[in-house]
């Protein structure tokens, strides 16, 4: 099949969807379908920091200034046998939505969260005139709805949405995940003890729960003087009073700001990391604890960051949006080093087992092929 995956941006620092749509890609080209990945804002994609460099049957490029997205679309040779959209709220995509529409051309949206209860509260009279003018239609249009788990669907349908759906999550390359760098490489760049070090990988946003998390760890920090909380992401805003947060609390030096982290150095804070945190108010199906949980760190996540699947496998350990369930979830992973290492032993054993890109694209992939050969 020759398939185009139509996304916002391809940049690092804008978070999971890029890397979802980088994961699909490199492993649906490995299974030999041709594969082409459009970022609609212009920006030249990070390619080398998503892992698209040298693979084959796999094309990874911006939108020309100069070309609409019905005709990049129109002059593809061969023609595309199906449209993946990644996200919604993209006026470009959109567009070709339409076209596709009228052309009776089969397309899937893969949402990520942007229809969740709390992500429609943000912004919401905006959201609300949008979606009536524009992305109803594209939604009600589409062949199939791509969702990370139930809860999203729900979202979906309560919105009006019936088109049919199909559940898969997100996941990792074994092949990367299993060549980490070795034990102590990002250790050794922060100078000091870090027993146990805790790090949170996401936008340093309110969404994500990082003013949770860092007083939380101010709380606790003077019972466990040799614990440092690595903040590792692309500020949003948020940054400047975490920074003066943990400076009054006088634990500046131990809450760790390396800005976005790529490649060797993202591997290497996951590969040290004894606890992994992400208090995050909303998600689709998160990258940052897909990636965490098949390394094998101990997890502490919201119901709102929607891994089900963890709490059933007893995979993480689950805390409510408050700075107080925040404190007494880490003081329990800390405190309890027998209870910590089950639930990463845990963690590691589920997501070997169903977090893997290949598996995922293979399903996928199936999906595809129903839509596309399905007699008219």
Not at 231 to 257: C, T, Y
Not at 328 to 345: M, P, S, Y
Request: some cysteine; charged content about 25%; proline content about 6%.
């Amino acid at each position: 099949m020759h398939i185009l995956h139509v996304i916002q941006g391809m940049k690092v620092a804008e978070g999971g969807p890029p890397r979802i749509a980088a994961g699909l890609g490199r492993q649906l080209a490995k299974l030999g379908h041709q594969v082409h990945i459009l970022a609609t804002n212009g920006a030249a994609p990070d390619s080398d920091g998503l892992g698209l460099v040298g693979v084959p049957n796999l094309t990874c490029t911006a939108l020309s200034q100069n070309q609409s997205i019905q005709q990049f679309y129109s002059s593809a040779n061969p023609p595309f046998d199906i449209v993946h959209f990644h996200g919604i709220w993209n006026p470009t995509a959109t567009r070709l939505a339409s076209y596709l529409r009228k052309k009776k051309h089969p397309y899937v949206i893969m949402p990520h969260g942007m229809l969740d209860y709390w992500s429609l509260s943000q912004k919401r009279l905006k959201k609300k005139v949008y979606l009536e003018l524009f992305e109803r239609r594209m939604l009600n249009g589409a062949t199939l709805l791509h969702v990370g788990n139930e809860h999203e669907h729900n979202a979906i349908s309560d919105l009006g949405i019936r088109t049919e759906y199909f559940v898969l999550p997100n996941g990792v390359d074994p092949e990367e995940f299993d060549n980490l760098p070795p034990t102590g490489t990002f250790l050794k760049t922060l100078g000091q003890p870090a027993k146990p070090l805790i790090s949170y990988l996401a936008r340093i946003h309110f969404k994500k729960g990082a003013d949770l998390l860092v007083p939380a760890f101010c709380r606790l920090a003077g019972d466990f003087p040799e614990a440092v909380l690595v903040i590792a992401g692309p500020d949003q805003g948020l940054q400047a009073s975490l920074e003066q947060e943990v400076e009054k609390a006088g634990i500046a030096e131990r809450v760790i700001f390396p800005g976005v982290l790529k490649g060797e150095q993202r591997l290497a804070l996951l590969r040290d990391s004894d606890i992994f945190c992400l208090p995050s108010r909303q998600e689709g199906h998160p990258m940052s604890i897909v990636e965490a949980a098949y390394v094998g760190i101990a997890c502490l996540a919201t119901e709102e960051c929607h891994v089900p699947e963890l709490r059933k496998a007893e995979a993480a350990e689950f805390v409510e949006l408050t700075v107080e369930s925040v404190e007494q979830g880490l003081r329990h992973l800390l405190t309890d080093a027998e209870h910590r290492e089950r639930v990463a032993n845990r963690a590691r054993e589920y997501a070997r087992s169903h977090y893997t890109w290949r598996s995922i694209a293979e399903r996928l992939a199936d999906h595809y092929r129903d839509v596309v050969e399905k007699p008219e």
